[in-house]
């Protein structure tokens, strides 16, 4: 299973993300240090490149492809425009079996509603 894990900044994504990963035993992603990975360029930098949001997310939309592709059970911290772009990366849902989950502001009960919709699948 792909569990993507969707919130504004700060909100304990990516922390959430490495826990949930390592009860799992399964291997975690941030988004953003992939895409800069791949990208070798700062987020900020690559942005700079685009005219548009919605170019950018679509050539950063390679990146979940592959990771997704790549990884049959992982763990991906997304950044804040997966709330407000998920369309951007529906195809990679789709195709993926990818499985969103966006995090509130409290990170204790986000993680416990996290590990209860894993033991249901």
């Known amino acids: 299973m792909r569990v993507s894990l969707v919130g504004v900044s700060c909100v304990g994504t990516t922390t959430i993300g490495r826990i949930l990963a390592d009860r799992q035993g399964w291997p975690f992603f941030d988004l953003d240090d992939e895409i800069e990975r791949h990208f070798d360029t700062s ?44 369309s951007y990366f529906k195809r990679s849902y789709e195709r993926a079996d990818l499985h969103v989950t966006i995090v509130g502001l409290d990170p204790e009960a986000s993680a416990a509603a996290v590990d209860a919709r894993l033991s249901h699948t």
């Open 43 to 86: 987020i900020e930098r690559l942005q700079a490149r685009f005219l548009t949001g919605y170019s950018y997310r679509k050539e950063c939309a390679v990146v979940l492809d592959r990771i997704a592709t790549a990884n049959s059970d992982c763990v991906i911290a997304l950044p804040p425009s997966g709330l407000r772009d998920a």
